[in-house]
């Protein structure tokens, strides 16, 4: 069982308290028998000293003894020069011996008064002796008188009992005290102890008291300045914790640190998003259990075996298919040495990379055909067809429309690239967006005629835009002309309008209608539903891929809604102001 610190020191004071206590009350009562000795002593001696003023006024020795017994109430003994007992008031002379050896008697022969405390030999009784010498020349030569002890310790029992009594008192009164204090210390203490258990855990921690200024309010202002300093050394630690996690956050690399047990330390969330998870692993999962990828386990073993860096392309098929480079580096410490794993996704790069690769042959498929027409041409009319009245207009007829597609996929190569440029910005300006529309439309009024499709702008109010009014009306053109293009019959309706926060603008045509499996892509660069007949309209394939890529610099959206057989509507939204659009 252990004592409490209350205890303890009540215990160990109080011991301290006791013993103090019960020293000094036996030097006291030690100094207090000597001094009644010392006094009963000097009583004696004056008693001692009257006996012997009168022992020489007569011979009948036990009469004076007998006489002063009866006086002083002591026992009185009359010694002659050799040491023999002449009288004794108390004790038959046949009783007692030669006295000339007794340390009291010794002194008085010698001519001073000697005192003695000691057992008497002939009685067997302790006593308080005092001699004198007897003044005269007759035959007595030392008067002694004698007290016994228990006498003096009769009149020295009330002393003792109050000195006993008062020591009791002081014993009580200081573990009465001892009490109070041993409990304030001990309170003190606990108050420290609390306050050294409260640094380091969340919230603030009591402070601990710094008065008085003893030896605990100084460790109370130590504990203060620590839980002070290691409060600022705790929150520089989470601001690098928390400025790490939200650096490895917001990576575009999947990030995870496995130990030398294959357990997860940490993941961000990117990765747990390039491998499907829900959510990054808790520390301590196993990550063969979280990542569920053979090869990334056998990378792992890899890394640590060779103790280098470790690099691999691999191919993921769930939750999507995907590319990623994958390096895994160990840390180097004790094996097995922990492994940082990074995932870098090339999914986006391949992607791009195959676009630029069709783009690149679609590019070169667009721009064959208009050139070996060009060339074949030329050189028809080179070789002697200009001498060919009859077919020559025709020829060169040719040229001029193939160059003029030449032309009008330049132009719209320009745009695209215009519009995919990263730094490309929005000339704002305000505008009436139903003005461009107007201005569109009649332009394209002798185009609609030539077709034979009506073209009709809905009426309405004025629709006021904030955005690049170069861009809006290129979009709006391109829609357009696709309309009238592919309507042989029936008629393009146009409309416009606002609500809330945005404008919207839509082309409905009564054409042949897009299929629902071609609908997903019509804006992409060089898709044709129908190839043969969009080449035959002369069509480059990049019109809606210029009016996707524009709006959506606008922070728009396009749409379209068809039903083959029936017709198609296109359609965007733009904010009724700019806003900057995320690419």
């Given at each position: 069982?252990?004592?409490?610190?209350?205890?303890?020191?009540l215990l160990t004071h109080g011991l301290v308290?006791?013993?103090?206590?019960?020293?000094?009350?036996l030097l006291a009562l030690q100094a207090e028998?000597?001094?009644?000795?010392?006094?009963?002593?000097?009583?004696?001696?004056?008693?001692?000293?009257?006996?012997?003023?009168?022992?020489?006024?007569?011979?009948?020795?036990?009469?004076?003894?007998?006489?002063?017994?009866?006086?002083?109430?002591?026992?009185?003994?009359?010694?002659?020069?050799?040491?023999?007992?002449?009288?004794?008031?108390?004790?038959?002379?046949?009783?007692?011996?030669?006295?000339?050896?007794?340390?009291?008697?010794?002194?008085?022969?010698?001519?001073?008064?000697?005192?003695?405390?000691?057992?008497?030999?002939?009685?067997?009784?302790?006593?308080?002796?005092?001699?004198?010498?007897?003044?005269?020349?007759?035959?007595?030569?030392?008067?002694?008188?004698?007290?016994?002890?228990?006498?003096?310790?009769?009149?020295?029992?009330?002393?003792?009992?109050?000195?006993?009594?008062?020591?009791?008192?002081?014993?009580?009164?200081?573990?009465?005290?001892?009490?109070?204090?041993?409990?304030?210390?001990?309170?003190?203490?606990?108050?420290?102890?609390?306050?050294?258990?409260?640094?380091?855990?969340?919230?603030?921690?009591?402070?601990?008291?710094?008065?008085?200024?003893?030896?605990?309010?100084?460790?109370?202002?130590?504990?203060?300045?620590?839980?002070?300093?290691?409060?600022?050394?705790?929150?520089?630690?989470?601001?690098?914790?928390?400025?790490?996690?939200?650096?490895?956050?917001?990576?575009?690399?999947?990030?995870?640190?496995?130990?030398?047990?294959?357990?997860?330390?940490?993941?961000?969330?990117?990765?747990?998003?390039?491998?499907?998870?829900?959510?990054?692993?808790?520390?301590?999962?196993?990550?063969?259990?979280?990542?569920?990828?053979?090869?990334?386990?056998?990378?792992?073993?890899?890394?640590?075996?060779?103790?280098?860096?470790?690099?691999?392309?691999?191919?993921?098929?769930?939750?999507?298919?995907?590319?990623?480079?994958?390096?895994?580096?160990?840390?180097?410490?004790?094996?097995?040495?922990?492994?940082?794993?990074?995932?870098?996704?090339?999914?986006?790069?391949?992607?791009l990379q195959r676009l630029r690769q069709d783009?690149?042959?679609?590019?070169?498929?667009?721009?064959?055909?208009?050139?070996?027409?060009?060339?074949?041409?030329?050189?028809?009319?080179?070789?002697?067809?200009?001498?060919?009245?009859?077919?020559?207009?025709?020829?060169?007829?040719?040229?001029?429309?193939?160059?003029?597609?030449?032309?009008?996929?330049?132009?719209?190569?320009?745009?695209?690239?215009?519009?995919?440029?990263?730094?490309?910005?929005?000339?704002?300006?305000?505008?009436?967006?139903?003005?461009?529309?107007?201005?569109?439309?009649?332009?394209?009024?002798?185009?609609?005629?030539?077709?034979?499709?009506?073209?009709?702008?809905?009426?309405?109010?004025?629709?006021?835009?904030?955005?690049?009014?170069?861009?809006?009306?290129?979009?709006?053109?391109?829609?357009?002309?696709?309309?009238?293009?592919?309507?042989?019959?029936?008629?393009?309706?146009?409309?416009?309008?606002?609500?809330?926060?945005?404008?919207?603008?839509?082309?409905?045509?009564?054409?042949?209608?897009?299929?629902?499996?071609?609908?997903?892509?019509?804006?992409?660069?060089?898709?044709?539903?129908?190839?043969?007949?969009?080449?035959?309209?002369?069509?480059?394939?990049?019109?809606?891929?210029?009016?996707?890529?524009?709006?959506?610099?606008?922070?728009?959206?396009?749409?379209?809604?068809?039903?083959?057989?029936?017709?198609?509507?296109?359609?965007?939204?733009?904010?009724?102001?700019?806003?900057?659009?995320?690419?």
């Amino acid at each position: 069982m252990t004592l409490s610190l209350r205890t303890r020191l009540l215990l160990t004071h109080g011991l301290v308290v006791v013993a103090v206590a019960t020293a000094l009350t036996l030097l006291a009562l030690q100094a207090e028998r000597r001094w009644l000795l010392q006094l009963h002593g000097t009583a004696l001696e004056r008693a001692a000293v009257a006996v012997a003023g009168d022992v020489q006024e007569a011979q009948a020795f036990a009469t004076i003894a007998s006489r002063a017994d009866s006086t002083y109430a002591l026992r009185v003994s009359l010694i002659a020069r050799d040491g023999r007992v002449l009288a004794d008031s108390r004790v038959p002379l046949a009783q007692l011996d030669d006295h000339s050896d007794r340390p009291e008697v010794v002194a008085a022969f010698g001519g001073r008064t000697g005192r003695s405390l000691r057992m008497s030999r002939s009685t067997r009784v302790e006593y308080v002796y005092v001699a004198v010498p007897a003044r005269g020349p007759g035959p007595v030569a030392v008067v002694r008188v004698a007290e016994p002890v228990d006498a003096v310790r009769a009149t020295h029992a009330p002393s003792l009992r109050d000195s006993l009594l008062a020591a009791m008192g002081v014993i009580l009164a200081g573990f009465a005290l001892l009490f109070g204090l041993s409990g304030r210390f001990a309170g003190r203490v606990h108050a420290l102890e609390r306050v050294a258990r409260g640094i380091g855990r969340e919230g603030l921690a009591p402070r601990a008291a710094e008065v008085p200024a003893d030896d605990l309010g100084r460790l109370g202002r130590v504990l203060n300045e620590m839980e002070r300093e290691m409060r600022l050394r705790v929150e520089a630690l989470q601001r690098e914790r928390d400025d790490r996690e939200r650096i490895l956050a917001h990576m575009s690399d999947g990030v995870a640190l496995v130990d030398g047990a294959g357990r997860v330390v940490h993941v961000n969330h990117r990765l747990a998003a390039l491998l499907g998870a829900a959510r990054p692993a808790e520390p301590g999962t196993l990550f063969q259990a979280f990542a569920r990828v053979p090869d990334l386990d056998e990378l792992l073993e890899a890394a640590r075996s060779e103790a280098r860096t470790v690099e691999r392309e691999l191919r993921l098929w769930s939750p999507r298919a995907q590319v990623l480079r994958v390096t895994a580096t160990p840390l180097g410490g004790p094996a097995p040495a922990p492994v940082l794993l990074v995932l870098h996704d090339l999914t986006e790069s391949e992607r791009l990379q195959r676009l630029r690769q069709d783009f690149v042959a679609n590019v070169s498929h667009e721009l064959r055909t208009p050139l070996t027409s060009l060339r074949g041409y030329a050189e028809t009319l080179a070789e002697g067809g200009l001498e060919d009245v009859e077919h020559r207009e025709r020829f060169v007829h040719i040229i001029r429309d193939q160059a003029v597609r030449l032309q009008a996929l330049v132009e719209d190569l320009l745009s695209l690239a215009e519009l995919e440029r990263p730094d490309v910005t929005l000339r704002r300006e305000r505008f009436d967006l139903r003005a461009a529309a107007e201005r569109q439309v009649a332009a394209l009024r002798e185009a609609a005629r030539v077709a034979d499709t009506p073209l009709e702008l809905v009426s309405g109010g004025s629709v006021w835009v904030e955005g690049d009014r170069v861009q809006l009306e290129q979009a709006m053109a391109n829609l357009l002309d696709n309309a009238v293009k592919y309507t042989e019959r029936g008629r393009v309706t146009v409309r416009l309008g606002a609500d809330d926060a945005f404008a919207w603008f839509e082309v409905r045509d009564t054409g042949p209608g897009i299929p629902a499996e071609d609908q997903p892509r019509v804006f992409e660069r060089f898709y044709r539903v129908d190839k043969a007949r969009s080449r035959e309209k002369g069509g480059t394939g990049l019109g809606l891929s210029i009016v996707k890529h524009a709006i959506q610099l606008h922070a728009g959206e396009v749409s379209l809604e068809s039903t083959p057989g029936e017709g198609s509507t296109f359609s965007f939204r733009i904010p009724l102001r700019a806003v900057a659009a995320v690419r």
